[in-house]
């Protein structure tokens, strides 16, 4: 099976594998790990692969998908990869300079997909996550528009063939569309999205304007200490996901990925294991009833495994009880 055949279009007219594979591990996990890690994904179909120069594994992810081209496996266009800007890249004359960097990791002369991370900046420099003397994160004040009109520039350039932006909210998303002068709109919205976080709201928002929403932490995050409180429940413990993976003869991981392809959402999925990444592209092998997606919809509960908390304070915070 491979996921190529399944593509949604997006609004620049570009097309989206609607299976992604993400490939961020925690800190402690060698970065070796993401090269096997994308080669036996490719192999096993995958053709929707995403990263960011925040994960660090640029070069590790770019190593895997040249000697999968250069074996014959798949051509470069077979391929669609997302990278994205980080905080300390939003000033706008940083903005092509970031996803150069990125390229230059990679060895590939283009992107799919270039998103900006998270609308917050931060201080410009070496340090990814800068902060003071107490701890504190340090900011850097910037126009996210002008942020986005340099994102268009990267896509005028060739560098990239679509934009788009992660971890907006609506109000967010509605400053970039009504921008004046807004030359491209951001193709997709990367965010959160699962079972207990299903992000009804924001996904019928995205729909009515024409934005894919990709699903990010769909089998309920990786749960690295320093990212996710570990007192949050277990997503793939769920009984109620537990006892429909029975029904359905398939595993909790399946039906959560299922669940968000059947509502048109774009899903990531990441794991570095052989076995889970062959039974993840699975996902495109069943069909969920709507009685059973409405018992799964049910399970929604506004849990959050990545509040961003190094963000917090800042009044441009993305995540509250509004979308
Ligand atoms: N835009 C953003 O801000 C943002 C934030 C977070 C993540 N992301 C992207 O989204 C991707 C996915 O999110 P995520 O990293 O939070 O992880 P996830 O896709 O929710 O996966 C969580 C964990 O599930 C395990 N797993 C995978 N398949 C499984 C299966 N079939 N059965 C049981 N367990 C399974 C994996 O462990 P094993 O490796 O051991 O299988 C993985 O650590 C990331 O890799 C990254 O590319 C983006």
């Known amino acids: ?48 692969i995403d990263s960011a120069s925040m994960y660090q594994n640029e070069e590790e992810v770019g190593l895997a998908i040249r000697s999968k081209i250069a074996e014959g496996t798949v051509k470069r266009e077979d391929i669609f990869y997302t990278t994205k800007l980080w905080c ?17 990791k990679l060895q ?54 679509s934009i788009g932006v992660s971890n907006f909210n609506r109000r967010q998303l509605e400053m970039i569309l009504n921008k ?4 491209y709109k951001p193709v997709c919205n990367q965010v959160e999205c699962h079972l207990y976080l299903n992000q009804g709201k924001l996904l019928d928002f995205c729909k009515s304007k024409d934005i894919v929403l990709v699903a990010y932490s769909a089998l309920g995050s990786h749960r690295e200490k320093k990212w996710v409180d570990q007192n949050t429940p277990i997503l793939l413990d769920d009984p109620v996901l537990g006892s429909m993976a029975k029904k359905y003869k ?17 899903v990531l ?10 039974e993840n592209i699975q996902v495109f092998e069943f069909q969920l009833t709507s009685e059973d997606m409405k018992v799964l919809d049910g399970l929604n509960k506004n849990i959050r ?19």
């Not at 300390?88 to 230059?104: A, C, D, I, N, Y």
């Not at 900006?116 to 800068?130: A, C, Q, R, V, W």
């Not at 595993?251 to 392809?261: E, G, H, V």
């Open 108 to 161: 590939l002369h283009y992107v799919d997909l270039y998103l900006i991370h998270f609308p917050i900046s931060l201080k410009p420099g070496e340090n990814y996550l800068p902060t003071d003397e107490n701890g504190k994160t340090i900011f850097d004040t910037v126009d996210l528009c002008a942020t986005w009109e340099a994102m268009e520039r990267c896509k005028d350039a060739g560098l990239t063939k």
């Open 88 to 104: 300390t890249f939003h000033r706008p004359e940083l903005v092509q300079f970031g996803l150069e960097q990125s390229l230059k």
């Open 180 to 183: 004046p002068g807004l030359k």
């Open 305 to 323: 495994y990545i509040p961003g908390s190094i963000f917090k304070g800042h009044p441009e915070f993305p995540f509250s009880d509004e979308y």
């Open 269 to 278: 999925a990441k794991s570095f294991s052989e076995k889970r990444i062959k």
């Open 1 to 48: 099976m491979n996921s190529k055949q399944q593509t949604v279009k997006l609004s620049d007219g570009h097309f989206i594998p609607v299976l992604g594979f993400g490939t961020y591990a925690p800190q402690e996990v060698p970065k070796t790990k993401a090269t096997e890690a994308t080669k036996i994904a490719i192999d096993a179909g995958f053709r929707h």
């Open 250 to 266: 398939r595993t909790p991981a399946l039906i959560a990925l299922r669940y968000q392809l059947q509502r048109g959402v774009v």
